[in-house]
């Protein structure tokens, strides 16, 4: 498996709040990225990073920002969470067209 | 945006059965790419394909890239109940390493 973490794995914020949910990678590649996935949604890209403080919007990135000052870390930020933003988050990595992803972080705002 | 539409939502069979499914799109890729997720994980990369017509295998596992560069198929052999999962279809378009994922195959397995 690629070495990708993500933290935390679980947490429950409530609306309003900012929270920050960080990718790291072992593996020294160039791409990474941030995606959510609902049900009847699949997965959708949230931002994505091509390097260090090099990144660009996804599909879904309205209430996100992300920074990424150092290879390794892709952070994910939500500056004040809304109910809509109740997801699975999912960080991937890549060097070419083959993306790999970590565990996942279940956010729940209440 | 592009759209993968992918078939069949969902699947119940039997244990030792074969299984296809599918994916298509109404634009062209040039790399396909199969995923498995197991409940509470992320998915994990099963076949990637790269050239038109191309037919890889991995184990009982068998992915197609469609000649039509629209579609790719997937075909599990003598299926066993740790297939259960979601099974996910994505396609790039060599845009800024971007992939563009189907709705996901779920499969469910009888012992």
């Known amino acids: 498996d690629a070495g990708i973490t993500q933290s935390p794995r679980h947490k429950v914020t409530e609306t309003g709040t900012p929270v920050t949910l960080r990718c790291h990678q072992t593996?020294?590649?160039?791409?990474m990225y941030w995606y959510r996935q609902d049900p009847g949604h699949g997965l959708r890209l949230i931002h994505y990073?091509?390097?260090?403080?090099?990144?660009d919007k996804g599909e879904v990135s309205d209430g996100y920002s992300v920074s990424r000052s150092k290879t390794e870390d892709f952070l994910l930020t939500l500056e004040s969470a809304t109910s809509s933003q109740t997801s699975v988050y999912f960080c991937?990595?890549?060097?070419?067209?083959?993306?790999?992803f970590g565990p996942g972080t279940r956010l729940t705002v209440t | 945006g592009q759209q993968l539409n992918q078939s069949p939502q969902s699947m119940f069979i039997q244990e030792g059965e074969d299984v296809s499914m599918n994916c298509t799109s109404s634009?062209?890729?040039?790399?396909w790419l199969w995923y498995k997720q197991d409940p509470g994980e992320g998915p994990v990369l099963l076949i990637a394909l790269y050239k038109a017509g191309e037919l890889t295998s991995n184990g009982r596992l068998t992915a197609q890239f469609g000649i039509t560069r629209k579609d790719s198929f997937l075909n599990i052999s003598a299926s066993i109940p740790s297939d259960v999962g979601i099974y996910f279809c994505?396609?790039?378009?060599?845009?800024?390493?971007?992939?563009?994922f189907g709705g996901g195959t779920r499969l469910m397995v009888k012992p």
């Open positions: 991937a990595i890549s060097n070419n067209y083959e993306q790999y």
């Open positions: 634009s062209i890729f040039n790399t």
């Open positions: 994505a396609g790039s378009n060599n845009a800024g390493n971007m992939l563009t």
């Open positions: 990073s091509y390097g260090v403080k090099d990144t």
């Open positions: 593996e020294n590649h160039r791409y």
